[in-house]
């Protein structure tokens, strides 16, 4: 299947990560727990990595990997992101970046 991009090229000078960042995370209420907060975003965590664990297992399921290691696995996963990025004429250095920043702000809060 051929998708033609209908976005504008992401740049490494974009400052848009900052804003995905906060508009994903969620702003904790000022009336919860610390406690309650932390175990919130924990299970959060989890849910996404047990998201992303399903989509790594889908992967090389329909690649047809033999691979059973997971280091590998996720190699080729992104082996195959960098090409659809290259593709839809998307620098994925940038999407990394924003990537991590949201990472980071969501496991401070755990």
């Known amino acids: 299947m051929t998708q033609t991009p209908t976005h504008q090229p992401a740049s490494a000078s974009d400052s848009a990560g900052a804003d995905v960042v906060t508009s994903i995370t969620a702003l904790p209420r000022d009336d919860e727990d610390p406690a309650t907060r932390a175990a919130r975003a924990r299970q959060s965590n989890a849910q996404r990595a047990a998201y992303a664990a399903q989509a790594l297992q889908l992967h ?21 992101l960098h090409h659809l990025c290259h593709t839809c004429d998307l620098d994925l250095a940038p999407l990394l970046q924003t990537a991590h920043l949201i990472y980071a702000t969501e496991t401070r809060a755990a």
């Open 60 to 80: 090389t399921h329909v690649s047809s990997s033999t691979t059973d290691d997971m280091q590998q696995a996720l190699i080729e996963l992104l082996t195959d």
